[in-house]
Nanobody, 120 residues
Framework: QVQVVESGGGSVQPGESLRLSCAAS????????MAWYRQGPGKERELVAT???????FYEDSVKGRFTISRDNSKNTAYLQMNNLKSGDTAVYYC??????????????WGPGTQITVSS
């Protein structure tokens, strides 16, 4: 069984920073794609950032220059560094992964989400 768990959420004031972590555990051969989604109050879930195994990244326009996605393959962990947070960043943030298992099958997993609240 694979588990994906986010951590690092909390409440901050505008302009402050947070770093989210996404730790995957289980019989994992490789994490092919790491992605962060978020769902704000009254909004649909949206893609925030992705990173493929070869290092290619994507960022939603509103977070470009402020958020950075990274990964530590030795720990099966991804990170989302969030700088200069704004009130519009308030949302539940979800980690989404595409994982190659030890038997070389690929699966998609979601974390349960972590709340980020940005308010003055």
């Amino acid at each position: 069984q694979v588990q994906v768990v986010e951590s690092g959420g909390g409440s901050v004031q505008p302009g402050e920073s947070l770093r989210l972590s996404c730790a995957a555990s289980g019989m994992i051969f490789k994490i092919d794609v790491m992605a962060w989604y978020r769902q704000g109050p009254g909004k649909e879930r949206e893609l925030v950032a992705t990173m493929t195994s070869d290092g290619n990244t994507f960022y939603e326009d509103s977070v470009k220059g402020r958020f950075t996605i990274s990964r530590d393959n030795s720990k099966n962990t991804a990170y989302l560094q969030m700088n200069n947070l704004k009130s519009g960043d308030t949302a539940v943030y979800y980690c989404n992964t595409i994982i190659t298992m030890a038997g070389y099958d690929r699966y998609e997993y979601w974390g349960p989400g972590t709340q980020i609240t940005v308010s003055s």
